[in-house]
């Protein structure tokens, strides 16, 4: 019986040393960020990882069962979570770089309803791959921020309203 209470003992420090050991990770993660960069875009990263995780859960093979939550999205719920947690690095290294330099300057031609249509499916589309490359492109640029010390912001020159 004894021994018994020893086992429970150790597992139950273990699940604490893991959770410990997760928030901490987290907290590293968030600690590169400015406190103002880490609260502007909450809407963009909501609806980019949403969408991110509809859409490789739709491309993958489904198996026999066919609900929404199986095992099948077990990989997409998993590349979601990375993508939520490195959304703003992913971000942050995609402003200037060539993808939002051509995706600026294309110019439309069409109806006004067409050339809203297009901008719309455009910034979808951007947020989705942004989404997408997080989990490479932001533990990337976390990595760099880390290693050179740096705290990560947007200097967009205009006035927070969430100040």
Same mark, same amino acid.
């Given at each position: 019986?004894?021994?018994?209470?020893?086992?429970?003992?150790?597992?139950?420090?273990?699940?604490?040393?893991?959770?410990?050991?997760?928030?901490?990770?987290?907290?590293?993660?968030?600690?590169?960020?400015?406190?103002?960069?880490?609260?502007?875009?909450?809407?963009? #990263? *909501?609806?980019?990882?949403?969408?991110? $995780?509809?859409? @490789?859960? =739709?491309?993958?093979?489904?198996?026999? /069962?066919?609900?929404?939550?199986?095992?099948?999205?077990?990989?997409?719920?998993?590349?979601?979570?990375?993508?939520?947690?490195?959304?703003?690095?992913?971000?942050?290294?995609?402003?200037?770089?060539?993808?939002? #330099? *051509?995706?600026?300057?294309?110019?439309? $031609?069409?109806? @006004?309803? =067409?050339?809203?249509?297009?901008?719309? /499916?455009?910034?979808?589309?951007?947020?989705?791959?942004?989404?997408?490359?997080?989990?490479?492109?932001?533990?990337?640029?976390?990595?760099?921020?880390?290693?050179?010390?740096?705290?990560?912001?947007?200097?967009?020159?205009?006035?927070?309203?969430?100040?």
């Amino acid at each position: 019986m004894n021994e018994e209470n020893k086992k429970v003992d150790v597992t139950e420090e273990n699940e604490k040393n893991y959770i410990g050991k997760a928030k901490g990770i987290y907290a590293a993660i968030q600690e590169h960020l400015t406190p103002e960069y880490r609260k502007q875009y909450k809407v963009r #990263k *909501f609806f980019s990882c949403l969408l991110l $995780f509809l859409v @490789i859960n =739709s491309i993958l093979p489904v198996t026999s /069962v066919n609900g929404f939550i199986s095992m099948n999205s077990v990989v997409p719920l998993i590349w979601t979570i990375i993508a939520w947690l490195f959304w703003h690095y992913s971000f942050w290294s995609y402003q200037g770089g060539i993808i939002d #330099k *051509f995706s600026r300057n294309i110019i439309y $031609f069409g109806s @006004i309803w =067409s050339l809203i249509w297009k901008i719309f /499916v455009q910034n979808i589309v951007i947020l989705i791959w942004i989404a997408f490359i997080a989990p490479f492109s932001g533990i990337k640029t976390w990595r760099k921020a880390v290693k050179n010390n740096k705290t990560l912001f947007v200097d967009n020159d205009q006035d927070d309203p969430w100040k």
